[in-house]
């Protein structure tokens, strides 16, 4: 906050003394501090502040760094670089991990790599977030997902979509903040600026210590001086003379109050929990709004005379819960309070929960179930509201898929947006997936030959789909198995991206059963993609799906079937080619020959050979042997995260100049 002027002095001399400071500051480019505007989603007056730092004219862009502090969801380098855009195994050598895929202790600050770049008239570097939760809100994604590396100034300002009309599975620009050094920091001999996130406990001696830096710089850097505070989840930028290394930090000193401490938004835990934290979150946001208000006003009327020495840490969260705002709030009611309009980043409906559709409407939208709207068996599309629609008639109790899918959202799961009852039958209304199931790009002839999966479409859908059976596995609660994983079961969406169906023989695993195991005497599923202490014990466990899966990933690579043949020349079972391929001499030719034809050798072999392997393990005889989802789905975003680099081009020049040199 600017000095004001005693209200007697408020006089043109004094206006242009502001003038003036301000001027002197915007001189020498270096970058305001953001004050706790980024809390104020609808205020444009400080756009200047919150969408990002300016732009100077020295760099139009450099190299900068980011700091993130690992949490449950994002703890090894390759998922952080994953939704920071950077370099997994950058990130693994700048911060001494021992591997990209090592699991990171929670609230490790690390230190990120960016390249950062002027987009008119801020800097930013630009990453793409896909939604995953009905929770999430730009403010939400910005300040817990990103940490507060981005602001919801920053990112309303730069995607179309209003913040009530978001929805899962949406792609969002997020503009991470990072900047370019000035001048006259170049001439003090600053190489880089380093976006810190400030946390609770921090002060300015505190983050020049982490990074060895002097205090002053970081305060010049900042325009700021030593008594104004600084508050989390907002971030500073600290000027560095070399690359940052790893920060060694011991945990600032303890944060005083236990209120704040709640799991970020795009935790996918329990979704009754969640609904409490945003309140609380809300409650800190207005109170710290009315608090800066109020700190505000004492500071224009009183005029100061602080001691200029003392460092003065981050804003004691124990105030807040003296505020008025944080002891108004609701514990349990559902509905949001409406006299907390402060920071009201539009939250949609927590609680929404499905339509309950009339049989005409369904009717209407069907066509009255044409043959012409049939999409298979007993699934008929529609047009409900102009919005294309997947209704599937059911016979029976359908009532455990219900109460399943209602409580999930998560784009690489189909959504249900409702249902009907009529006449002993239920009709279930599903998101409509425009490109059908995988099974039918895979191996039948009803798609143009022409039309087939690309490589990285194919490794796409098997991280949608084990992103989707992790949190499934790990993040539902109480957790569920799905039970019926095959390739007629992902459903594919227009960009191509995996959204896995068909719940009907889901169940839920009750951690008290002995780690999760149950049995069963009524085996069903589908014969190719079920294990083996299934079909033999009838044993229920998560490693069912991981089998499963396994299979799902030989489909992809191969094109072929999970079982083909017929009783007559016997059944051939996917799963139990894999280890003749991998096993014995001439593996690179062997897998070349195993792979889909229709791939054209446009696929890099040795990631390939990686999925391969990450199959034979997952439809290993012993279950025990079997990696768990939350493995799969690491090693699977890591490879993922090095085919952004790959260009099948490369590719056929490869194979064609292997092949020639032969
Ligand atoms: C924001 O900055 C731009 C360029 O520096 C300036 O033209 C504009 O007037 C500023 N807006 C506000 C509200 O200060
Ligand atoms: C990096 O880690 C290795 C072993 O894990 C250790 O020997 C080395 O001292 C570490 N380096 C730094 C800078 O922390
Ligand atoms: C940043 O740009 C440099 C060259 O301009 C490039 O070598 C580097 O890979 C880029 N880093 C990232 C994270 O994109
Ligand atoms: C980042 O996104 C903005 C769109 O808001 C665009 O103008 C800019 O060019 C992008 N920057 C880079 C480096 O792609
Ligand atoms: C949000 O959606 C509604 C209805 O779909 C539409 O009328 C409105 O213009 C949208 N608003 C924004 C900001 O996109
Ligand atoms: C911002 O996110 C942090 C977690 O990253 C959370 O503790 C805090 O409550 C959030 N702030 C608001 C105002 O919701």
């Not at 690390?110 to 630009?126: F, I």
């Not at 600084?230 to 500073?236: A, E, L, R, V």
Request: charged share 15%; hydrophobic share 35%.
């Amino acid at each position: 906050m600017w000095r004001c002027c005693p209200r007697m002095l408020m006089s043109k001399l004094c206006m242009l003394l502001v003038l003036l400071v301000l001027q002197s500051r915007e001189i020498q480019g270096q970058q305001p501090y953001v004050n706790n505007h980024q809390l104020d989603c609808y205020n444009e007056a400080y756009d200047n502040l919150t969408r990002g730092f300016n732009c100077n004219v020295v760099h139009s862009s450099c190299q900068s760094y980011l700091t993130f502090r690992s949490n449950p969801l994002y703890n090894s380098a390759v998922q952080i670089g994953y939704l920071l855009g950077a370099k997994a195994t950058q990130i693994a050598s700048i911060n001494n991990l021992t591997s990209d895929v090592a699991t990171i202790p929670t609230d490790t600050v690390l230190v990120v790599p960016v390249n950062c770049s002027c987009s008119s008239l801020y800097y930013q570097y630009n990453v793409t977030y896909r939604l995953k939760e009905k929770l999430e809100t730009y403010f939400i994604v910005a300040n817990n997902t990103f940490q507060g590396l981005s602001t919801c100034q920053a990112m309303m300002s730069q995607n179309k979509v209003g913040d009530k009309n978001l929805s899962v599975g949406l792609d969002l620009l997020v503009p991470l903040r990072c900047a370019c050094p000035t001048s006259n920091q170049i001439a003090s001999g600053i190489k880089y600026l380093l976006t810190y996130m400030v946390t609770w406990g921090d002060s300015f001696s505190y983050i020049a210590d982490l990074f060895g830096v002097d205090q002053q710089t970081i305060l010049d850097a900042n325009q700021l001086s030593q008594d104004q505070n600084i508050y989390p989840f907002t971030t500073i930028l600290v000027p560095l003379n070399t690359t940052p290394t790893k920060i060694e930090h011991s945990p600032p000193s303890p944060p005083p109050a236990p209120a704040p401490q709640t799991p970020p938004a795009s935790s996918p835990d329990e979704s009754n929990s969640s609904k409490k934290w945003v309140y609380v979150g809300v409650g800190i946001g207005a109170g710290l709004l009315l608090l800066v208000a109020l700190s505000g006003l004492l500071f224009c009327f009183h005029r100061r005379s602080k001691t200029k020495s003392k460092p003065v840490p981050v804003f004691p969260p124990k105030n807040f819960s003296e505020s008025a705002a944080y002891s108004a709030l609701p514990d349990n009611s559902k509905s949001f309070p409406s006299s907390v309009s402060v920071s009201s980043q539009g939250f949609r409906d927590a609680v929404e929960s499905l339509t309950v559709y009339k049989f005409q409407d369904l009717q209407l939208a069907t066509e009255n179930f044409s043959e012409h709207n049939k999409i298979q068996g007993s699934v008929y599309r529609g047009s409900i509201k102009g919005d294309d629609a997947a209704v599937k008639v059911m016979k029976g109790d359908v009532s455990s898929e219900i109460n399943l899918l209602k409580k999930i959202n998560h784009s690489n799961i189909i959504r249900l947006s409702g249902f009907c009852l009529h006449e002993g039958n239920t009709y279930l209304v599903y998101e409509y997936a425009d490109n059908g199931a995988v099974n039918d790009w895979l191996h039948s002839n009803k798609i143009q030959t022409s039309d087939t999966l690309s490589w990285k479409q194919r490794v796409q859908i098997a991280y949608d789909v084990a992103n989707a059976l992790n949190y499934l596995h790990r993040y539902t609660n109480p957790p569920y198995i799905h039970k019926n994983l095959k390739t007629s079961n992902i459903l594919l969406d227009a960009n191509f991206r995996a959204k896995v169906a068909n719940f009907g023989l889901a169940r839920s695993v009750d951690g008290h059963d002995q780690g999760g195991l149950q049995l069963t005497r009524h085996v069903v599923g589908t014969y190719g993609y079920m294990a083996p202490e299934y079909i033999e014990n009838g044993v229920i466990t998560p490693k069912l799906d991981v089998f499963a899966f396994g299979v799902v990933i030989l489909e992809l690579l191969s094109g072929r079937e999970a079982a083909s043949g017929d009783q007559s020349s016997g059944v051939e079972l996917l799963y139990s080619s894999i280890n003749r391929v991998l096993e014995g001499d001439n593996v690179r030719e062997k897998l070349r020959g195993f792979i889909d034809p229709s791939l054209k050798n446009a696929y890099p072999l040795d990631l390939a050979f990686s999925i391969a392997q990450l199959a034979k393990i997952c439809v290993a005889r012993d279950l025990n042997a079997r990696p768990s989802m939350s493995d799969v789905f690491i090693t699977l975003s890591k490879i993922v995260s090095s085919l952004s680099d790959w260009d099948p081009s490369d590719e056929l020049d490869n194979s064609r100049s292997l092949g020639s040199s032969r």
